[in-house]
């Protein structure tokens, strides 16, 4: 069965440090988001690819860097990681349901603490 | 400029009940509109959405919504209601110009059995 694929689950980090976060995903979609969910607030758009080697800014963008090097992976990087980058973050990978339209498989979450 | 308006942070119904969850957006073009769903725990998982032709759309689990152009909205509908439905409902926005989708802050549902 076709999924998204995030780690890890947990991470702890100190501030200052960089964390990167890992998605991957065996739909053969070619769009993926990355956005994170915080406490009283909907899903927020951090950044999103088209393909491989294609990276995009989101809503949210700034603190973050992102990286599609291949069709199936997608990261998300905290080059310099704040406490204000405390939350879940969602990956998904869209289907050719075509611009706007389509529909979004997520993976399971990845709950990031930054002391 | 497009947003997504679900007014009902919290919503509490006994089981077997009728269940609307309200969802409101503003877009001066012809919108894409989904509604997903997260239970306790877990990631955010496809319901229905509209993209043209019947307003009334079904979905998985017994789910429908009706999209009203005369009012902007895309109201979630289930009855009656299972305890089993108890979770976190988000309505989203697209928009034919690119891919990206838009989100609203989501509605808890809490079915009592």
């Known amino acids: 069965e076709a999924a998204v694929t995030q780690s890890p689950r947990n991470k702890v980090a100190v501030t200052g440090g960089k964390v990167t976060l890992s998605c991957n995903q065996t739909?053969?979609?070619?769009?993926m988001y990355w956005y994170r969910q915080d406490t009283g607030h909907g899903l927020r758009l951090i950044h999103y690819?088209?393909?491989?080697?294609?990276?995009e800014k989101g809503d949210i963008p700034d603190g973050y860097k992102a990286s599609r090097p291949s069709q199936e992976n997608f990261s998300l990087i905290l080059e310099l990681a704040t406490p204000s980058q405390t939350s879940v973050y969602f990956c998904a990978s869209g289907d050719a349901g075509g611009a706007g339209a389509e529909t979004l498989y997520f993976g399971s979450g990845t709950r990031l603490t930054v002391l | 400029a497009q947003s997504v308006d679900q007014p009902d942070a919290h919503v509490t119904l006994s089981e077997g009940a009728s269940l609307e969850l309200r969802c409101s957006y503003s877009y001066s073009a012809a919108p894409y509109l989904f509604w997903y769903v997260q239970y306790p725990g877990q990631s955010l998982q496809f319901l229905l959405k509209?993209?043209?032709?019947?307003?009334v759309v079904k979905g998985t689990k017994g789910f429908e919504a009706e999209f009203r152009k005369s009012n902007s909205s895309f109201n979630l509908k289930k009855s009656p209601a299972h305890w089993s439905d108890s979770a976190k409902y988000f309505c989203?926005?697209?928009?034919?110009?690119?891919?990206?989708?838009?989100f609203g802050d989501g509605t808890q549902l809490v079915v009592k059995p």
């Open positions: 739909n053969n979609h070619n769009n």
């Open positions: 989203a926005l697209g928009r034919n110009s690119n891919n990206r989708i838009f």
């Open positions: 509209y993209i043209t032709g019947d307003t």
């Open positions: 690819s088209y393909g491989a080697g294609s990276t």
